[in-house]
């Protein structure tokens, strides 16, 4: 999902909890809410200042929202809405469903870093976050959380009904108040994030005609917890020095042989595939449900593969591996289902 996760683990340089203080605030023209120019400065250099510290706080605010897993939440909404709508979304339907989802996704982004804006300064991966590295003022982030969830909601209810708005709104909360906490905790927390970024594809889902009673709904989410499994234990074996260091419970520092990500990352390869067969098997479309789960199937086989390699011997090489394929299986798999229920 992101470039920096197919990086090589960088060297750990930082401290221990204890022993890490609060990044230096106000030492440069960027820092706060947007900076504040020197008096000295007049005229045009004032405004090029003035515009290039706008310009840092846009970027800054971009990247508090986590872009690039808005980006992966908003592909799959896409889908899960052709879905639960059975056919083609009018645009206009799709914008206001893409822009309050993503405002939804973003707070619960930027509040997870808010919370974790101590521990980001102790990883080489995260120290750069605006929080963590000092630009930004605690008060406008949390100013902007409030405000990009208030407006996703509100959109999401006056568009779309009760649903979508409700699954938003459970899902920030599973995701901020009980996932990020459970970070420091326990290495359960890896289950309790792969159901918070299953959920957002239920927003899709309902906001235009799904039920949440039947089943292609939670097939669905099946599929995204699933998938979750080995692209995270890529993530957390690629980054588990950094993690360890920063205070981090994951599978991957609890039990550092990595055999315990292994498996995990195994049998969520085979429950994706399970997911994605039964959902090619539910009523609709007229490509056969027998072809749809074969091409399913072929699709994820690029994971499971990575997933046993990685499982026989866990090592950065395959985990990347494994990280890589995960980005092209989820988008193919949903295609496929997307195609057998709707087209």
């Not at 986590?66 to 908003?74: E, F, G, S």
């Not at 394929?325 to 289902?337: E, G, R, W, Y």
């Amino acid at each position: 999902m992101a470039t920096d996760l197919l990086s090589a683990d960088p060297p750990v340089t930082a401290s221990t909890a204890c022993d890490v203080a609060p990044a230096a605030v106000g030492q440069t023209l960027g820092e706060g809410l947007v900076g504040h120019p020197s008096r000295s400065l007049v005229g045009d250099e004032a405004k090029s200042v003035d515009r290039g510290n706008a310009s840092v706080l846009i970027a800054d605010l971009v990247q508090l929202t986590k872009p690039r897993i808005v980006v992966m939440i908003l592909v799959t909404t896409i889908a899960t809405a052709m879905i639960g709508a059975g056919g083609l979304v009018s645009s206009g339907q799709l914008v206001w469903l893409l822009l309050a989802t993503a405002a939804v996704a973003g707070s619960a982004g930027a509040a997870n870093q808010i919370w974790e804006r101590v521990i980001d300064q102790r990883m080489s991966r995260t120290a750069n976050r605006p929080l963590a590295a000092g630009r930004m003022h605690l008060a406008v982030a949390s100013l902007f959380t409030f405000v990009l969830l208030a407006a996703g909601t509100i959109a999401l209810q006056l568009k779309f009904g009760p649903a979508p708005a409700i699954v938003g709104v459970v899902t920030w909360l599973l995701y901020v108040v009980v996932y990020t906490p459970m970070k420091t905790r326990t290495a359960w927390n890896t289950t309790v994030g792969a159901v918070a970024g299953a959920l957002p594809v239920l927003i899709g889902f309902t906001a235009l005609g799904g039920e949440l009673s039947g089943p292609a709904g939670w097939l669905l989410v099946g599929v995204m917890a699933a998938w979750q499994y080995p692209h995270f234990m890529a993530i957390a074996w690629m980054y588990r020095r950094q993690y360890a260091e920063a205070g981090f419970c994951m599978t991957t520092t609890v039990e550092p042989t990595g055999k315990s990500a292994g498996w995990q990352s195994v049998v969520g390869s085979l429950f994706l595939i399970g997911c994605a067969i039964a959902l090619c098997f539910l009523p609709g479309g007229w490509l056969p449900g027998t072809i749809a789960a074969i091409l399913a199937t072929a699709s994820a086989v690029p994971m499971m593969m990575a997933s046993v390699a990685f499982l026989a011997e866990p090592n950065d090489q395959r985990a990347r591996k494994l990280l890589r394929s995960s980005l092209l299986v989820l988008p193919a798999v949903l295609a496929i289902c997307t195609i057998r229920l709707f087209w």
